[in-house]
Structure formats: structure tokens, C-alpha cells
């Protein structure tokens, strides 16, 4: 399903600003926002989008997803690069909006100003 849900998008680069975007759920899309190709790790009742490659293609590391992911009891155990794109998991395991509770616990670390 390539359904357009709100997404917490966590850029590699701490200059880059954290957006709470919009945006398609299709590999494509998501690829496009990783930059290249996707890999997904489920945690509860949210999921984290990465470029599978990122280590491989020495992506920059993402201390910023690494700390919120940690923060929830999710260590992978190696640095985590690119771009994150975080959505939400519904009942049924399929996409759905980002959960309030990582936008709060975002703002909270990292003091992003809610989307307009």
C-alpha cells in the first residue's frame, strides 16, 4: 500500500533540521528519503526506515535516530547512518501515522519545534 501518512524524518546531519513531513509509504518514496535502499526495523508500536547500505556506502552517522532508538531499547549495535524516517505500526502490522509519544520524546532531546 502506498498510503501518504506523517513520518518523523531524523537527518544524518545535526545542521539539517528534524521534519515532521507527509509523505509516501511506498519502497520508492522511502527510498527516495534514505537514498537508496530500505530496510526496516519494527520496535513495538513503531518502525524505523534506514538505507540497508549505509555503513557500505560510508552514509554519516545519524547520533540523533541512534539516541532516540536507544531512548526506546533499541541498540543495533553498530552506528546507525543516513537519514531515518520513522512511521507508526498499527494493530495489524502495517504503516500508520508517527506515534505521538516519538514526536514528544523528539522535541524533548532534541528540542524540534512542532510542524506548522
Known amino acids: 500500500m502506498n498510503a501518504t501518512l506523517t513520518?518523523?524524518?531524523?537527518?544524518?546531519?545535526?545542521?539539517?533540521?528534524?521534519?515532521?513531513?507527509?509523505?509516501g509509504t511506498g519502497l520508492e518514496a522511502l527510498g527516495y528519503w534514505v537514498?537508496?535502499?530500505?530496510?526496516?526495523?519494527t520496535r513495538g508500536d513503531w518502525e524505523?526506515?534506514?538505507?540497508?547500505?549505509?555503513?557500505?556506502?560510508?552514509?554519516?552517522?545519524?547520533?540523533?535516530?541512534?539516541q532516540l532508538m536507544h531512548v526506546y531499547g533499541l541498540d543495533l549495535g553498530g552506528v546507525t547512518r543516513g537519514t531515518a524516517v520513522f512511521l507508526g505500526r498499527d494493530a495489524h502490522?502495517?504503516?500508520?501515522?508517527?506515534?505521538?509519544?516519538l514526536i514528544r520524546r523528539t522535541e524533548e532531546l532534541?528540542?524540534?519545534p512542532r510542524a506548522a
Do not use: C, M, Q
Open 7 to 23: 513520518a518523523l524524518i531524523i537527518p544524518a546531519k545535526v545542521s539539517d533540521p528534524v521534519r515532521i513531513e507527509a509523505l
Open 35 to 41: 537514498a537508496g535502499a530500505v530496510e526496516s526495523i
Open 48 to 66: 524505523v526506515y534506514l538505507n540497508a547500505e549505509g555503513t557500505l556506502i560510508d552514509l554519516p552517522a545519524n547520533l540523533r535516530a541512534a
Open 93 to 101: 502490522g502495517g504503516k500508520s501515522e508517527v506515534p505521538e509519544h
Open 110 to 112: 532534541f528540542g524540534v
